[in-house]
């Protein structure tokens, strides 16, 4: 599977204890936020296979994090001059996964399908909402091709 150009991973510590952990996400110091990115915080609840996809946008990168739950998440490259124009990306986040922060750049379709009985996705954006942003592919276009319903492979 590709990983896509400008895509970043940021794989998280965790500080358990008696009473519990602690986990930092993102610092502005971040290689991977970088100053003054900091636009939103938001929350999206989602139950057993809910699929929401395909989204894009133009300016925004968007920052995500699963605490609760477990996410198939998807993203395909829809600029031209990137070096992996039209190339798939899969990745699995939440409990049942290592710990990570996830940077999509702008002009990376992106999409998740919930795997487990429910999930919380946490995501900072780099600008606040804003509509003329907000780009809507549907989730079976036949250009990207992706199966959202499609189970693991058969080894």
Wanted: charged share 20%; glycine share 8%; net charge negative.
């Amino acid at each position: 599977m590709a990983h896509l150009h400008g895509v970043e991973i940021k794989e998280l510590r965790t500080y358990p204890d008696e009473r519990g952990f602690f986990r930092e996400l993102i610092r502005v110091t971040d290689p991977l936020f970088g100053a003054g990115a900091f636009g939103q915080l938001s929350h999206s609840h989602m139950y057993h296979g809910v699929v929401k996809a395909w989204h894009i946008h133009q300016r925004q990168t968007d920052w995500w994090y699963v605490p609760i739950g477990n996410l198939k998440v998807a993203l395909y490259d829809l600029r031209p001059h990137s070096p992996t124009y039209r190339q798939l990306q899969e990745l699995l986040m939440g409990d049942n996964y290592p710990a990570i922060v996830l940077k999509i750049p702008p002009g990376v379709a992106h999409g998740c399908r919930v795997l487990s009985a429910e999930a919380h996705l946490l995501y900072v954006t780099s600008n606040v909402y804003d509509p003329s942003d907000e780009g809507r592919i549907p989730h079976d276009d036949p250009d990207i091709g992706y199966d959202w319903l499609a189970g693991p492979a058969i080894r």
